[in-house]
């Protein structure tokens, strides 16, 4: 069983910065790949990055440069820091871990223009 409880969104300026955080319950956090995934009102969810247990890590073209996702083994933490939010960041956010089909309740991300 897995659960996942994402923490940190809020509402925030274009241009500004918040810091997410998703604490995973579960054995063997290290042998899994883990993600944030966003969706906005009317979209579909899509991913926004991914983080290997060693550390490798990618994103999607519209959040590259500007967030960085990390994790930490020692705590099972999953952050995602954003920064130079704009508009199109709104929505709300969740964590993953790939490969187990289970999703927290996410976290409400609303960048004022």
């Known amino acids: 069983q897995v659960q996942l409880v994402e923490s940190g969104g809020g509402v925030v300026q274009s241009g500004g910065s918040l810091r997410l955080s998703c604490a995973v319950s579960?054995?063997?956090?290290?042998?899994?790949?883990m993600g944030w995934y966003r969706q906005a009102p009317g979209m579909q969810r899509e991913w926004v990055a991914t983080?290997?247990?060693?550390?490798?890590?990618n994103y999607a073209d519209s959040v590259k440069g500007r967030f960085m996702i990390a994790r930490n083994s020692a705590e099972k933490t999953v952050s995602l820091q954003m920064n130079t939010l704009v508009p199109a960041d709104t929505a709300i956010y969740y964590c993953?871990?790939?490969?187990?089909?289970?999703w927290g309740p996410g976290t409400q991300v609303t960048v004022s223009s």
């Open positions: 983080i290997t247990s060693r550390g490798y890590t």
């Open positions: 579960m054995s063997n956090f290290d042998d899994y790949i």
């Open positions: 993953k871990v790939l490969r187990i089909d289970q």
